[in-house]
């Protein structure tokens, strides 16, 4: 095949997808009210993007860049310093890897008692989760810090608070940003899920919740659509801002 | 070889040196050095002078100590025993580079390669301009051509190993130390990188202190080859070569060379074979 059509290979899972969701709704394989057609559901996004679903997804955008900044400012300073001494990360592995552990779902009816129904329990809940996913990741990061490069750093004068700043926290630079895509998938995942049990007014998961509750599956259809869209953009523009700001990252 | 053949041959061979008057007397002077690791015994109440403004290199059978040595004489890693001396001064008295081997991992990625060069004048809390003006009077006076606004990982090995030396050089050091410094790049890079060093030493007259897994290489950049045995390491020779510089392929083929190398490889064997 011609190499310029390489770019639009993606395109072609996508459609056929489309196709199979067509055809199988054209063909009355599944329940209509299940399953309606992808022009229904397409429809139903469109709309639901200018009104009501556009504002729960700036909603839940809200949410979990919150809780992933939240979780960024606390968990980079602490996982450098844990990262940085060795004897410091051993004795709390245990304690950080049973938490990561923890399903963050599990913390809701705690973080309830703390925070009340709102904003911030849910913000804090997801907090929690991610700042765990990003602590450990800096962690690793800052302890996997080449001794060549450490070695270079002090031999050429370097202080151990140079050594840390100059070399250490760029050293860490790159498994730091695989932190923190993880710790944005997650939050949205928590975000998404207390946005449909705790009381929630608003968020794509109260969309998907409520529309299923009042059996209206185009507009469920779309908000798991927005909620996917969200997720993938969240993980690109994370991508392309390691790409901008760690551009040595893997060479 | 006494002092005065010392200084005759330096004449004759128009070895370059800053510190003519000083010519006699060692630059590094190192006394019962003593190195154990677990229970090997690498160095036992070793004595050694290198002398200034010489290209020493290191070479000895495998596991013998030699990138110890010029490790402890750098100061990354402690000496259980003995005193290491730059003209009677500590370690963090003087001014030092030191080259790695592994310059992927020895240079700073997220620097340009102007700035990794730049970096050690940083450490020494020199002010930007200056250390800017310091870098480029490097480079130029150095004559090597290469965009410094390139990041390492967009050089090639040879390259990047060059801005290493750079990056060791810029201090205007006293003494620089090489720890097998080409054994990472292909073979013509490395015969490139050879007469790449020979011009800096020449040009500069640092003392410089290199340890080499290749003979050919380390007697055809040295002025002394400091042959060990194996651990505890002793100075098995410290065998002087006489070829002038600059040194050319023709040097390879000639005779006083071609006996010098062969003296080193017998010293060699013999401490190979001592079991």
């Given at each position: 095949m011609n190499k310029k059509f390489e770019p639009f290979l993606p395109i072609i899972g996508v459609a056929g997808l489309f196709a199979v969701w067509f055809a199988a709704t054209a063909a009355k394989l599944v329940d209509p009210v299940l399953l309606p057609s992808p022009f229904e559901a397409g429809k139903a996004f469109w709309q639901g993007m200018h009104g009501a679903l556009g504002f729960d997804f700036v909603k839940t955008i809200y949410r979990t860049l919150m809780a992933t900044a939240i979780a960024a400012v606390i968990a980079i300073p602490l996982g450098i310093v844990l990262g940085a001494s060795e004897k410091l990360y051993r004795s709390l592995e245990f304690v950080i890897d049973f938490f990561r552990s923890t399903p963050a779902s599990a913390m809701f009816p705690l973080f309830l008692v703390l925070f009340g129904v709102g904003d911030e329990t849910k913000i804090s809940v997801a907090a929690f989760g991610a700042i765990l996913v990003i602590l450990f990741n800096v962690a690793y990061g800052v302890m996997n810090a080449?001794?060549?490069?450490?070695?270079?750093?002090?031999?050429?004068?370097a202080s151990r608070l140079r050594v840390l700043f100059d070399v250490m926290l760029f050293e860490s630079l790159p498994q730091t940003f695989v932190g923190l895509r993880n710790g944005v998938s997650l939050a949205l995942v928590i975000i998404v899920v207390a946005e449909m049990f705790i009381g929630s007014q608003d968020g794509l998961g109260h969309s998907v919740f409520e529309a299923q509750q009042m059996f209206e599956m185009p507009r469920m259809y779309a908000a798991i659509f927005a909620a996917g869209a969200l997720g993938y953009g969240l993980n690109l523009i994370f991508l392309l801002i390691e790409r901008r700001f760690v551009h040595w990252s893997g060479k | 070889m006494n002092a005065a053949q010392h200084a005759l041959r330096l004449q004759s061979t128009g070895v370059p040196s800053p510190v003519t008057g000083a010519l006699r007397r060692p630059h590094v002077t190192i006394r019962g050095l003593s190195k154990t690791f677990g229970k090997a015994v690498i160095y036992d109440n070793f004595d050694l002078d290198i002398p200034r403004g010489e290209l020493i290199s290191v070479f000895g059978p495998n596991g013998c100590g030699k990138s110890t040595l010029i490790n402890m004489i750098a100061g990354l890693i402690p000496v259980d025993a003995g005193e290491i001396l730059f003209d009677g001064m500590r370690l963090d008295e003087i001014k030092f580079g030191y080259v790695f081997q592994n310059y992927r991992e020895a240079l700073f990625p997220w620097m340009r390669a102007f700035d990794n060069i730049a970096y050690p004048l940083k450490m020494m809390n020199v002010l930007p301009a200056e250390r800017k003006a310091r870098t480029e009077r490097l480079v130029a006076h150095l004559g090597i051509k290469l965009d410094l606004n390139l990041y390492p990982y967009q050089m090639s090995g040879g390259q990047q190993q060059l801005v290493s030396i750079m990056r060791a050089l810029v201090v205007e050091p006293e003494i620089l130390f090489l720890d097998e410094p080409f054994s990472a790049l292909d073979y013509e890079m490395t015969l490139f990188m050879r007469e790449q060093l020979q011009k800096l030493f020449m040009d500069s007259g640092t003392t410089m202190v290199l340890v080499s897994h290749d003979l050919e290489e380390a007697v055809y950049l040295a002025d002394h080859v400091l042959l060990l045995s194996r651990h505890p390491a002793q100075v098995a020779d410290f065998t002087l070569v006489e070829a002038a510089r600059p040194r050319t392929?023709?040097?390879?083929?000639?005779?006083?060379?071609?006996?010098?190398?062969?003296?080193c490889l017998e010293v060699f064997q013999r401490e190979v074979r001592r079991a």
């Open positions: 080449r001794k060549t490069r450490l070695l270079a750093a002090k031999v050429m004068g | 392929d023709a040097t390879l083929s000639d005779a006083g060379f071609v006996r010098t190398k062969a003296h």
